[in-house]
């Protein structure tokens, strides 16, 4: 049996505007634990998403970080057998999980931020599905894209946003 996207989106969206400052974005997010977000104008119009990856691109061009070319290396199993132990340098369990605090939001130095808007890094256009999509053709969807959540739009207006946690949940638990 067909699942649909309404029965997994989540209802209540936070939302920015534009003109929302890259602090004030910051701190929205980290209220809200969540790492992104639809951009809608005073009348609601969706024009855009910010993301925490947005955030980190301005961070970095900012810093003028130089780019380098990252490799990986496969970690050692300590042991030849596999335990909880020597699985938590792999995978971070979920109770162990943490967002940043309101303070260490305000820690970030004072001018950072300060200067730009939303409307400056967000993405100006917005991966939009329908409430009755299936979660199937969603999941296909974010995959193809190589995006983290659609907005749920019915009749130009915005009803939810489903992302690849909602995903992973409505497969886990049905």
């Not at 701190?27 to 910010?50: H, K, M, N, Y």
């Not at 300590?78 to 792999?90: H, L, R, V, W």
Request: proline fraction near 5%; charged fraction near 25%.
């Amino acid at each position: 049996m067909a699942r649909y996207v309404e029965e997994i989106m989540q209802r209540q969206v936070v939302t920015v505007t534009p003109d929302t400052t890259v602090r004030a974005l910051l701190r929205c997010l980290v209220s809200a634990q969540i790492s992104g977000v639809p951009v809608v104008t005073e009348e609601g119009e969706i024009v855009g998403v910010v993301s925490t990856t947005d955030v980190m691109r301005l961070g970095a061009e900012e810093a003028d970080a130089p780019r380098v070319e990252l490799t990986w290396e496969p970690l050692a199993f300590p042991s030849e057998e596999y335990d909880e132990e020597s699985g938590a340098a792999f995978f971070m369990q979920a109770e162990g999980w943490s967002y940043p605090t309101e303070d260490q939001t305000q820690a970030v130095a004072e001018g950072v931020f300060d200067g730009f808007t939303v409307s400056d890094i967000m993405t100006p256009a917005a991966f939009t599905v329908r409430p009755r999509d299936t979660v199937e053709d969603v999941a296909k969807f974010l995959l193809q894209g190589r995006i983290h959540r659609a907005l749920v739009v019915q009749n130009g207006q915005l009803e939810g946003i489903v992302t690849t946690f909602d995903l992973l949940k409505a497969f886990v638990y049905g």
